[in-house]
């Protein structure tokens, strides 16, 4: 099995690519690829809180934060790494992956690469589909539309839907369904991965008590989830010994 | 020598149905007042906030739960795997029947009340045999584990005698006249507190009929209580 680099980014903020990158996480866990994940929001790291074993944040503007990914990706046992872009520096990431030769490696099939775009609620959003096509040729490209904060996605325009997703070359769409809120912010309360918090687990595996309802609503939620990376064969793209699935 | 030994249940009772003026809250009632007569007071839930009726029949011994919020459905199905012997019971409003079985299902409610030594017992009420028929397959195919007991109210449908044989588990509750239950009702009394010779009805011959009516139908609460006990029974060679 190759690894995989999974670039979540945007270039807008607020648009749920922390929340894509943690459920998409669980996912991996749960299809028993053993993740590694990079927060690039340095200092602070904001997905680092809810996976702090096996996430590290990193400076993707500098030259030693590129080399902590990229240099690794052939030495580590772990076969997935989810780099979470911070808003705003999503091309200029691309550019850099391109500079330092890592697309042309993924056009020889050493690496598979795939991309998960989260789009926002706005036209400015959209016009990043064609701002990133360049960089694609080679990878996995998927639009993410994040319903958590009931987007449309201008499905209610066909003319305008139809100028946006109509034309891009993308291997998929994913959609990510909206979750209860008072579920969502007792996650965030808690600090933990989804699975963690279904399992009414603390961080130290301790049992926690959490909420049965709320822990039911992010079941479901994860589920659904998890049926959309497959149902857009995520887990099969990974796994795919040669030529892309 | 076989010892057996019958362990303690602690029933989860949802009085339901898709449609109004079933019943339901009758036999909610009744299974309060049941359960009040036998051991602690239950923990009961009341899940229509429109016209919470099982409340206002039993001096507030229900909480009213409104299941379209969020806080509603914690407060519901958290109290309901509170830990404690109580029996628990829901009155479950028509309008709430359909959002309620879903997120029963989503949260895999009758798993986790099995893990945690909870008897779900669904009473389902309708007006046609058919009509039972139907709602009983669709929850048996929904909430598992789960005992269905169809429930033959007689001031809703008819007595269909044998026909009602061909559900596993029915309870029949018997007509009793309206001007007692609306005397109660002004009065203001509990069920058994009707039966009362100083403080309940003042005719004995409405408390002699509440008495039998009571009678018939708590006996078959005590069969049901008396099948899930030996549900749970183990014999233990000696």
Known sequence: MKHTVILVGADKGGVGKTTTCRSL?????????????????????????????????????????????????????????????????????????????????????????????????????????????????????????????????????????????????????????????????????????????????????????????????????????????????????????SAKA | MRHVLMSGWTPIFIACGPLAHAGKTLSARLFLEFCRANGPPPLAFDLNPHDAELTATTNGAAEIVNLSTTAGQMRLFEGMLQAGPEARIVDLWHGSYEPFLDLMEQMDFASEAALRDFRLVLLLHGSSLEELDVHAAQLRARINPAETIVVLNEHICEAAGSAFARFEHCLAIPPLAPSILRRLERMRLGLVEGTDAEHGLPSMVARSCLRDWLTQVFAQFHCIELRHRLGATTFNPG
């Not at chain 1, 030495?75 to 705003?88: E, H, L, P, W």
């Not at chain 1, 056009?107 to 589909?129: Q, T, W």
């Not at chain 1, 003319?159 to 809120?181: D, Q, R």
């Not at chain 1, 049992?207 to 857009?232: I, M, N, P």
Request: hydrophobic share 40%; aromatic share 10%; net charge negative.
């Open chain 1, 25 to 241: 996480l669980d996912y991996l866990n749960e299809r028993s690829v053993l993740p590694r994940a990079f927060d690039t929001e340095a200092p602070r790291g904001t997905l680092q809180r809810f996976h702090p074993d096996i996430s590290e944040i990193v400076d993707l503007t500098q030259t030693t934060g590129q080399m902590r990914i990229v240099d690794t990706l052939s030495r580590t046992d772990v076969k997935a790494s989810v780099i979470d872009v911070c808003a705003g520096q999503m091309v200029r990431t691309l550019a850099a992956l391109r500079d330092m030769g890592f697309l042309e490696a993924v056009a020889e099939k050493r690496f598979n690469f795939i991309i998960l775009h989260v789009l926002g609620p706005s036209i400015a959003s959209l016009d990043e589909i064609a701002e990133t096509a360049p960089f694609t040729d080679d990878a996995h490209y998927f639009l993410v539309k994040n319903k958590m904060n009931d987007t449309t996605f201008f499905d209610w325009s066909p003319t305008t839907s139809k100028a946006y997703f109509g034309k891009v070359k993308c291997a998929g769409e994913i959609t990510i369904p909206k979750l209860n809120e008072m579920a969502y912010e007792q996650v965030e309360l808690a600090g933990t991965s989804f699975s963690t918090f279904v399992a009414d687990r603390t961080r130290d595996g301790e049992e926690a008590g959490y909420s049965f309802v709320l822990r039911g609503y992010v079941r479901t939620w994860l589920r659904a989830v998890c049926a959309e990376f497959d149902r857009v064969h995520f887990h099969d793209i990974m796994t795919a010994r």
